[in-house]
């Protein structure tokens, strides 16, 4: 189900898809690219609360949004979303923003290996890669046909480590790594901008906490949480970084000089300890 908020466009950019859209980064990367003249589809399981987020950036941004419902835990939603996203027109750009948080571990605590379910491990896959790997195939074509694209993936730092009681959240967020890399080397030369993003560290607005000592799960800066898009940031007392600043890094990446393309980068805030 897709519905149009705001005006039309005539800025002739193409379309910027953000699938994950929840109330920090997803929803500053979708402003952006608002803000600097792309009609925008943000994708999410909960078309309620996406609608809204569209109405606000479409009133705030003079541009065309437009409200995707996604099931990346679907393969089937997968494909009718982008059906609908690519009757918008060219997709320029993709920024892949989602993964599943189990209900086993809401606030981010560990659990047991051998307490995992297997459905709930295998929708982890889907929705960190399984379903990044179906969006890119859907964008790629119009791609390379028009030359250029960014493709941009959210991480973490589970991206590179694994963490005892996370393996649902690791071997996703590994696979798609991998992903991104592939890519990038398979595209490059059709002028296609595939890259990695690693967030270390919690998003969202500095909050007055304790530091979580080193080793601890906190620690580890799991940033986003659930598959509609980030999390609220409530595992961790480190300074929570801002999404609109995070969100200009994407843009930095979709606008940088392909001289020079970055395939892989990692953010965190001054406070972190190595």
């Given amino acids: 189900m897709m519905r149009n908020v705001g005006s039309s466009s005539s800025s002739g950019k193409g379309i910027a898809a953000v699938v994950g859209v929840g109330p920090q980064l997803g929803r500053s ?8 003249g792309y009609t925008v589809a943000i994708l999410a399981r909960d078309l309620g609360r996406l609608s809204r987020v569209a109405e ?8 065309q949004v437009f409200a995707i419902r996604i099931d990346c835990a679907d393969p089937r939603s997968v494909r009718e979303a982008f059906e609908g996203v690519l009757s918008l027109g060219f997709v320029e750009v993709l920024v892949y923003n989602a993964y599943h948080s189990s209900s086993s571990y809401p606030s981010h605590h560990p659990t047991s290996f051998t307490h995992i379910p297997f459905q709930s491990f295998q929708t982890s896959i889907s ?31 589970a991206s590179l480590n694994g963490v005892a009681g996370f393996s649902e959240l690791c071997c996703g967020k590994f696979a798609l790594r991998a992903l991104s890399q592939c890519l990038a080397r398979e595209y490059q030369a059709f002028g296609i901008h595939v890259a990695h993003v690693i967030i270390d560290g919690v998003v969202g607005p500095p909050r007055e906490r304790n530091i979580a000592p080193r080793g601890t799960v906190a620690e580890q ?3 986003t949480g659930g598959q509609d898009g980030e999390g609220e940031g409530e595992s961790s007392g480190v300074m929570g970084m801002d999404p609109d600043v995070l969100a200009q890094t994407y843009w930095s990446l979709h606008v940088q000089d392909q001289r020079a393309w970055t395939q892989e980068l990692d953010i965190r805030p001054s406070n972190t300890r190595f």
């Fill in 29 to 36: 990367v979708a402003r952006k690219f608002a803000h600097e």
């Fill in 56 to 63: 606000e950036i479409a009133r705030e941004e003079k541009a």
């Fill in 127 to 157: 929705v960190s890669v399984f379903a990044a790997f179906l969006c890119a195939q859907q964008v790629i074509p119009g791609m390379m046909d028009k030359g250029k694209g960014t493709i941009l993936f959210s991480g973490c730092s």
């Fill in 221 to 223: 800066s799991f940033n």
